[in-house]
């Protein structure tokens, strides 16, 4: 089954994204073992097709201090998924975490999604234009909050699964 990893520094709403796609009522199916930090995975269906989505949050808290383990976790993840979320705040810009994480992320760009979140309204997607410096082709606006091109994403990351 595709996988979808969603990663991003902390408070970008990663987690709210995450809800988002898996609704309330689906079962998270596999937890990857650890004590309190955890990628947590479940199944989504979006148009009669099912994929695994995979939200980093609960190991990236710490944000650009990522340990050695933490990073290893995260690149093993990286290189298993099909498609790489990683989700940025439309809102705040480009911080020095963005960064650091879209170093990470560069060599893996051909299956990166840029998910700028927080554009509520359409007044916010001149903020998109800035994130194109981070060098990724795919840059989708989105509100995880309200689900505004929420859908649009997803059809776009469906042919990668
Ligand atoms: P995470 O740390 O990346 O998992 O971020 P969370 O999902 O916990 O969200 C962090 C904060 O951003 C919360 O207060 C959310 O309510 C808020 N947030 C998440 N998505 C949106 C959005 O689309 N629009 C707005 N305005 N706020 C959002
Ligand atoms: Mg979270």
Redesign the pocket.
């Known amino acids: 089954m595709g996988r979808v990893l969603i990663v991003g520094r ?1 408070n970008v709403g ?2 709210t994204l995450f809800n988002r796609l898996v609704g309330r009522r689906k079962n998270i199916v596999s937890p990857i073992p650890g004590v309190t930090r955890d990628i947590v995975e479940a199944q989504v269906q979006w148009k009669d097709r099912k994929f695994i989505v995979a ?1 980093t ?2 190991i990236m808290e710490k944000g650009d201090e990522l340990t050695r383990e933490v990073r290893d976790k995260v690149l093993k993840a990286i290189r298993k998924a099909d498609v790489i979320l990683f989700v940025v705040d439309g809102r705040e810009g480009i911080t020095a975490s963005d960064q650091n994480i879209a170093k990470i992320l560069y060599p893996y760009r051909d299956k990166v999604f840029l998910v700028v979140n927080k554009i509520d309204n359409k007044s916010l997607e001149k903020n998109l234009y800035e994130f194109y410096s981070l060098g990724f082709e795919r840059v989708f606006g989105i509100s995880a909050e309200h689900g505004r091109g929420v859908g649009d994403l997803l059809d776009a990351v469906l042919p990668f699964l």
Do not use: A, L
Request: neutral net charge.
């Open positions: 902390p990663k987690s939200d949050g609960g």
